[in-house]
């Protein structure tokens, strides 16, 4: 257990040194913001690129890791969606909760706890992450969410906007830069490389500081049972969908499967309680992350113990 604690507790450490810098007013909300815009469309990007600028395209697609990965989050996103409407909550809300119990923290905690576990391999699972999360989850989220809030009128314009915000998308951009040098065996020059090496690595640390900052101010009052179902699903039912998914669809890769659980075993995304606010829902998303964060410290560990040969 001691071993378990080595490996996690820096990540916590750096989380709780990010809500102390805000709580004692060193970094205020929009410095925190542009800690996190720096880590969304700069270091991530160079990451992702590096992953596959750095091996052959089949060694980077694996079709059963996103098969598996989609199959697991979206049904969790189906009972998410049933359990909130059963707690009366409304449809927009519905939809946030479903995407908090099913889209994870990839970029932010996920990535940064599976290198320390597997190593090199776990920019791979954070680019196929990125393509499930990033297709898939959120602009389904979105688009039930919009649809709800126009009462059933804007779901062909949430659509059409969230294709553009997709196309736009320095992740989903920096994924088909490094699909093209990784296919067409594109050599870097070596100061490009290194400049992008040098980003990679940033990108870990500044973006669990960047989590603890954006969790300064949240509060959990009187919200007991969303929490409840949003927290429990994210960090319990998530993690055990994916194990039952990559039966399913198993990995050849025992390290890439193990980075799969793991990556469904953090908190949600770290711009949860922004979505959030377009819908009127910030309370609720930033009193979930500050609770799946904290609960984290213990569910992580015992996901990390259950894996151990």
Known sequence: MSELLTLTLPLFVLIALGFAAARGGLFDDA?????????????????????FAQRALTDVFEPHYVAALALASLAVFALGWAGARLLRLPREAAALAALG??????????????????GPGAAVALALNMLVENLLVIPLALVLAESAASRGQGWRRALRETGQRLLRSPLILSIVAGVLISGLRLPLPAPLMRAIDLLAVASAPVALFAVGGML????????????????????????????????????????????????????????YPVLGQRYGQQRLCAAALLTAVLASVLTINAVLLLLRP
């Open 31 to 51: 410095q925190v913001q542009t800690l996190g815009r720096f880590v969304l469309y700069v270091a991530l990007p160079a990451l992702i690129v590096r992953a």
């Open 216 to 271: 300064h101010g949240s509060s959990v009052r009187g919200l007991a049972a969303p929490l409840a179902l949003i927290v429990g699903g994210k960090l319990l039912l998530h993690p055990l969908a994916v194990v039952l998914a990559l039966r399913v669809f198993p990995v050849a890769d025992r390290t890439l499967a193990t980075a799969a659980v793991l990556m469904a075993a953090v908190p949600m995304i770290a711009i």
């Open 101 to 118: 119990m099913s889209c994870s923290n990839t970029g932010y905690i996920g990535y940064p706890l599976a290198v320390l576990v597997i």
